[in-house]
């Protein structure tokens, strides 16, 4: 499969619904926290014991199966990303880079949650760290 390659106009057209896509995953992944760490929380308080276990349906089941269901989902919106040719480096914050051609080298243009458009750059092998403003 060939690699999406960017121009920066291109990039910054598609930033708003990127945008938007990254805010529903940011929210589905802080309710997926959310909701493990209240389930944790029950079953510390609710400790079965071994005979009820061996009876009674597992009581969990439900919230379990609603977290893989809601992890699925989540998976399915990271890959919406790729499949458009974007690079989700970081969700939270969001951190996007769209590959692209720069002066004949393979770059990196990026994104970062809160700015108004891309507008920076880096190589394959810099990462965020060797972010440059886009000539």
């Not at 690699?3 to 106009?9: A, C, E, G, R, S």
Request: charged share 30%.
């Amino acid at each position: 499969m060939d690699m999406k390659l960017f121009t920066l106009d291109e990039a910054n057209v598609l930033l708003p619904v990127l945008k938007q896509e990254l805010y529903k995953l940011q929210a589905l992944i802080d309710e997926i926290d959310d909701r493990y760490l209240e389930l944790q929380t029950i079953k510390a308080k609710h400790k079965l014991s071994a005979e009820t276990r061996e009876t009674a349906p597992d009581p969990y089941f439900e919230q379990e199966s609603q977290l893989d269901f809601m992890r699925m989902e989540a998976e399915l919106q990271i890959s919406n990303f790729t499949r458009k040719g974007v690079l989700i480096k970081s969700i939270s914050p969001g951190l996007l880079d769209f590959p692209a051609i720069l002066e004949g080298e393979e770059v990196l243009l990026c994104w970062k949650q809160g700015e108004d458009q891309v507008s920076h750059y880096h190589g394959w092998n810099e990462g965020f760290m060797g972010r440059k403003p886009f000539p």
